[in-house]
């Protein structure tokens, strides 16, 4: 009899559907994170071998006065905008966040997705620093910078970072709102915030174009392996499913 069920419930149409729907998926998100740490290790290749090296003065030039490459095209009220913009990519901000976000998973009761978000972010900011220091790019020097920098220039932190935690967070969000609108809403507020983050960096000059980019596919890749990750506990009931939270803690 409980071998007749087992066959019955294989048969049916919601099993195949939700199964195929869950390895697409996860295929997907393999594809998308293996492409992206694909073309970081070419491009971190054309930028060690100094091919990018046109590409990234033309793009820097073509953001500056004509004849005046300490001043950014546009009004000052933009040079301002793309300052505040990229204070957005920054450690402090995306720290504070990362722990504002935590704080709301946990009294969801989702522990094992704030766990995970916690080990996201920090593990992008681990790859973010090592890269740095293995590759050491100088800055650019044909332009002032219109922000401080301390660290070395391939890949882009601000772009990596903010990858990282907005792509992360926008998918972590997208789970609780209703209706594929909602979540598409979502997701593309987090990627847009993404890119302004990084074209900022390049707009004020601390970072040539191919940083940015670099940035983003390690970033982009590093959240996506996580959501990978995500799927698979999700699936041995390590991480909470979506809509669903955890035991609250009764206080009273």
């Not at 149409?13 to 998926?25: A, D, K, S, V, Y």
């Not at 006065?65 to 009220?77: Q, R």
């Not at 000059?205 to 890749?221: I, K, S, Y």
């Amino acid at each position: 009899m409980g071998r007749a069920m087992a066959l019955a419930g294989l048969r049916a149409p919601g099993f195949w559907t939700r199964l195929g729907r869950h390895e697409l998926r996860l295929l997907v998100g393999m594809a998308v994170s293996a492409g992206l740490i694909l073309t970081f290790a070419l491009l971190a290749g054309e930028v060690i071998e100094g091919e990018t090296a046109a590409f990234d003065r033309a793009v820097l030039m073509a953001l500056r006065v004509a004849g005046d490459p300490a001043m950014p095209l546009g009004p000052p009220w933009l040079h301002n905008a793309a300052r505040d913009v990229t204070a957005l990519g920054s450690i402090t901000v995306l720290s504070l966040i990362t722990a504002v976000t935590l704080g709301f998973l946990l009294l969801r009761g989702k522990r094992g997705a704030s766990l995970l978000v916690l080990l996201s972010v920090g593990g992008g900011m681990a790859i973010s620093s090592l890269l740095k220091n293995q590759i050491g790019r100088e800055r650019p020097d044909i332009v002032p910078h219109g922000d401080i920098v301390f660290t070395a220039s391939f890949p882009s932190g601000h772009s990596l970072l903010s990858a990282v935690v907005f792509l992360t967070l926008g998918a972590m969000l997208a789970r609780f709102v209703e209706g594929r609108r909602q979540k598409a809403y979502v997701l593309v507020v987090a990627m847009a915030v993404t890119l302004l983050v990084g074209c900022s960096r390049v707009y004020l000059g601390v970072h040539w174009p191919t940083d940015v980019l670099a940035g983003w596919c390690v970033g982009a890749g590093w959240a996506a392996l996580c959501w990978l990750v995500a799927l698979w506990l999700q699936r041995r009931g390590a991480v909470e499913p979506e809509g669903e939270a955890g035991p609250v803690p009764d206080r009273t």
